[in-house]
Each structure stands twice: as C-alpha cells, then as structure tokens.
C-alpha cells in the first residue's frame, strides 16, 4: 500500500491535528502525516507535532501583510518540498483565494464545527444555541473558494440539550470531529469519494438507516 502524504495545517490548539495523527498511526491507515505546518509561530500544536518527531513549518501570514497570494506561494512551496498528495484544514484560521484552493482542488479537506451549510463561519456553537436548534454537528468537507462549503465528505450530529452551553457544545461536538476527520481522510486517501452534482459519493459505504431524533422522552 503507498500511504498517501498529507500535510496537516494549523493555526492553534491542533487536537483535530492530534486525532489525525493518531489515526496514521495504525498499519493500515492510507495516508501519512508528511508535514504539519501552522501561520503563526505560536501554534500549541506545533509543539504536540515535534513531541512526535514530525515534520514541521511555519509560514507566519505577519511577514506577508496583504499580500495573500504571496502568502499563498510561500505555503504552496512547503507543501511542494514535502511532495504532499492531501491537504487537511484544521482549526486553519486563514482565508485561502482561488489561487491556492484550485490548485488544490478534491485534495484540500477541511473541518467546520457545524452541519454545514447551517452556521457557516465563526461562533458556531452560539450561533446554534441561540438558533434554538435541537441537532448540531460537525462537518468534514472538500474546500472550494467560498468559505465553509464545498461537498460534504462526512458529518456527525448529536442532539442539544436543555442545559448546553457554547462551551458544553463545543466539547461534545470536537469529539465527534475527531471521528469524524479520521474517517474522511482515510475515504479521500482511499480514493473512495467521487463528487457527483455537488455531492460526495462514498464507494463502499452501507446503507444509512440511521434516524437521530431529539427530544428523547422517557416512557
Ligand atoms: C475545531 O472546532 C475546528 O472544527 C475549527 O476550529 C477548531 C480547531 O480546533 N475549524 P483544534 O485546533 O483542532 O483543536
């Protein structure tokens, strides 16, 4: 099996980087982390990458000003030096231009900590409180220029409860982003996703019978 290479890039805590590397770590996982790679120099997750003995970069956005194209090269480049086949977002906190995102097009993923394309953007878990929403979720997608949207590789939903807070959320939704990051990868590196009329088919997978339904009232 050739594993595919994936460069991982980050912009702070990384424990969607962490659960990815977890993952190939198993002898079976399709891909390999070839490269993390952060904007900013102060990345917590760069230090969790180097624990390992991973390979790491910088490309601080600060030294670029406004120039995102030029920001943009400077990233291509690393992630030509590390001959990487995959790009996973993760907590990447930078707009991309077309410029990168084509090149990298159905190989670039990236996590959105909603059902995308409910709660597009920032403040995700709020938004959706304040929605009233009783079904919220994370989503991993392929990415495209427009922000939080491209085909739906995987997501996962849990249902919200009466207590939930923002912070509540967030903690039970990272969990299922962790589960989820790792299973898209592994379809994409598998070569088991084919985008279809804006939709991802998944070779391979079985029929979904699953219902999530909420309020759960007891008898
Ligand atoms: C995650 O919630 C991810 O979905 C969002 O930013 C957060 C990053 O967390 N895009 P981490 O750095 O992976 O811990």
Known sequence: MTRRR??????????????LI???????????????????????????????????????HTR?????????RA??????????????LAGFM????PWLVTRWERRMLNIHPAL????????THERALAAGVKIHGA????????????PVI?????????????ETLAARVLAIEHTIYPLALRLVAEGRVTVVDGRCRIAGAAADDHILVTPIIAA
């Open 64 to 72: 670029f000003g406004k120039d995102r194209e030029a920001f943009e």
């Open 139 to 150: 989503t991993v997608h392929f990415v495209v220029p427009e922000m939080d949207s491209g």
């Open 6 to 19: 994936v460069a991982i890039l980050i912009s702070g805590r990384g424990s969607n980087m962490a659960a």
């Open 94 to 97: 930078r707009l991309l231009t």
């Open 22 to 60: 977890a993952a190939a770590q198993a002898a079976d996982f399709p891909a390999e982390i070839a490269l993390v790679l952060a904007n900013r120099p102060d990345a917590k997750g760069l230090g969790l990458a180097r624990d390992v003995r991973l390979a790491t970069a910088v490309v601080d």
């Open 154 to 166: 995987a997501q996962g939903a849990l249902g919200v409860r009466d207590d939930d807070t923002a």
């Open 75 to 88: 990233l291509q480049a690393e992630l030509e030096a590390r001959s990487i086949d995959i790009v996973c």
């Open 116 to 123: 995308v394309p409910a709660f597009k953007g920032l403040d």
